[in-house]
Each structure stands twice: as C-alpha cells, then as structure tokens.
Nanobody, 126 residues
Framework: QVQLVESGGGSVQAGGSLRLSCAAS????????MAWFRQAPGKEREFVAR????????YYADSVKGRFTISRDNAKNTVYLQMNSLKPEDTAVYYC???????????????????WGQGTQVTVSS
C-alpha cells in the first residue's frame, strides 16, 4: 500500500518562501515519477510540477515556472517543492501524487496519478 504524507505548509506573506515535503512509503520510490498538484477553493485540482524517477527532468506549470523548484531524494523516499516569491494566487491545498506504473514518463494530468497524499494548506497573504 502506497502512502504519501505531505508536510511544510503554512501561512506566509506575499514574496515569502515555503518548502513542502512528501514522504513516500510502500514501494520502491526511485522507479516512479512524482508530482505536485494544488487545489484552491472553488477550483479544480491543477498540476504544479513533476519530476522524473532519477530527478534529472523537471516540468512546471507556467504559473509557477521560475518561482518553484521540484526535487527528490531517493535515498530518503522524499520529494520536495521549494516555493519562492509566493503570491496570493498560490493559496491552495497542495497534494503530492504518484502513478502506479514504474519507469513510465508520466504527464501532468490528474488521471495519470493513482496515489495521493492528504494535502497541506498553503496560504499567502498580500
């Protein structure tokens, strides 16, 4: 059973930074893409960033490109999301997600991910 546990959310002022972590357990972590999504109140869950199984490829939504950085530590079974220059529109619940197929290039669609964490709240005030 795959388990994903996010941490690191909180409240910051615009321009501030936060680092989210997602600890994975239940299977070989290093064989799978990992991703971050977010969901703001009244909006659909949207893709934020994803990273390849080795960590050498990262992909971002246009809205966060240049401000957010996704990374992973396969020795610790953990994926991170460093968020800088935060804006009020970044306010959302952030979710870690994992697919069920290993060594497969996984895109940014929600339906490609089978496992989800419980989410961590990020609030950015102006």
């Amino acid at each position: 059973q795959v388990q994903l546990v996010e941490s690191g959310g909180g409240s910051v002022q615009a321009g501030g930074s936060l680092r989210l972590s997602c600890a994975a357990s239940g299977r070989t972590f290093s064989s799978y893409y990992m991703a971050w999504f977010r969901q703001a109140p009244g909006k659909e869950r949207e893709f934020v960033a994803r990273i390849s199984w080795s960590g050498n490829r990262q992909y971002y939504a246009d809205s966060v490109k240049g401000r957010f950085t996704i990374s992973r530590d396969n020795a610790k079974n953990t994926v991170y999301l460093q968020m800088n220059s935060l804006k009020p529109e970044d306010t959302a619940v952030y979710y870690c997600a994992a697919p069920s197929i290993q060594y497969r290039h996984t895109g940014g669609e929600r339906t490609e991910y089978n496992y989800w964490g419980q989410g961590t709240q990020v609030t950015v005030s102006s």
